[in-house]
């Protein structure tokens, strides 16, 4: 019998590597193979980032106090006509002397988070998913240092509005650091007080948004900011367990989004009537499709959805994706600023290629670039992390 016995845990081991092999996608096992370098090296070097809140900066514009998200809105400007009057508006044209910090490490957060759990499904080290828990902690648990969970002070304009609605859209970047945090608990990572404050803040956050007038405001605004405010709800709702709010988003995104936001084309025009209709339709693109991915894992038949005979939201991809390829070929007024800095590495192409499986979609998404220094693009630019929302 002892003599058997290492024939039996060698016989083992091969039936364990051979299970874990099996279980990982063609898909999953390709964006490995791609993201592997990108990811590591930079999950090494946020080991020994340190953690920043809101807490630490604020202005004295605010409303707010220290645990309040504060921003202001980017296209409003002095009036040159009177000087220290209200603020006037620039769409398109963004006012660099806006108070940006709370914005700055809302998304600073949902880079650093997101990359040093990609790491941990890449290595399996725990050094990753704990750091990342040091900083979700500080965000949404640590009672000295956490945010809010509302938007009462975003997008204020100086002599006009202490906040507005739609300030609600800088909170986007909070949907992968969940995803993130969805990946913790699924293996155990994140648990206890820390996993039971953090979904309760999100609770909070979601109730805000559902019920506050800015949020309902922002619901109703119409173009990207009621995609994304959905896109928000979805996810949340989810990572809360909250069946009937991500039901009720679904019917917002059957009864509204998509009647009221695409042509029979695929275009959104009230995306192309902007200034910069290039990167808003991109933007939009992307929120529509990660809010059909969010709602896909209970509802995966909000892809093959229509209006009538012509609106199917499979043509907004198909609609932007020979643009995506040759921007050279855009028909419309290029954006007033940033216009050479798209396009990126468009989520909506890899989850149409899930959803669809065209080949068509994943490849085009291979040749894009996954990282910018651009400010804007950074802004705009929410799904960073790939091996967060690929499973096994």
Known sequence: MMKKLPWLLS????????????????????????????????????????????????????AGGPHDFYSEGDYWWPDPENSGGPYIRKDGLTNPDNFVEHRNRMRRLSIIVPTLVAAWTITHNDKYALKAIEHTNAWFVNEDTRMNPDMLYSQAIFGRVTGRGIGIIDAIHL??????????????????????KTKDWFTQFNTWITTHPYGIEERDNGNNHSTCWAMQVAQYAVFTGNDSLLFATKGF?????????????????????????????LFNLDATYTLLHILGKSYPQVWQYQVGDS??????????????????????????????????????????YIAYGDDKYLELW????????EDEVIRNFFIRQPLLWVKE
């Open 11 to 62: 016989l083992a081991i091969v039936w364990i590597a051979c299970s874990c092999s099996v279980s990982i996608s063609p898909l999953r096992k390709e964006i490995l193979e791609l993201e592997r370098d990108r990811v590591l090296i930079a999950a090494d070097e946020y080991l020994s980032a340190d953690i920043q809140t809101i807490t630490e900066v604020t202005s004295s514009r605010s």
């Open 175 to 196: 949907v992968e650091v969940v995803q993130a945090l969805m990946v913790l608990e699924e293996n155990s990572l994140l648990t206890g007080k820390s996993l039971e």
């Open 253 to 281: 995104y059957d009864q509204t989004l998509l009647p009221e936001q695409m042509a029979a084309n695929g275009s959104f025009p009230k995306e192309l009537a902007r200034t910069k209709p290039y990167g808003y339709s």
């Open 311 to 352: 609106l199917q939201v499979r043509k907004a991809v198909d609609f932007m994706a020979p643009y995506i390829a040759d921007k050279a070929t855009w028909p419309y007024a290029p954006d007033v600023m940033y216009f050479d800095d798209w396009p990126m590495r468009q989520s909506a192409l890899l989850f149409s």
């Open 366 to 373: 291979k040749t894009l670039p996954a990282d910018s220094e």
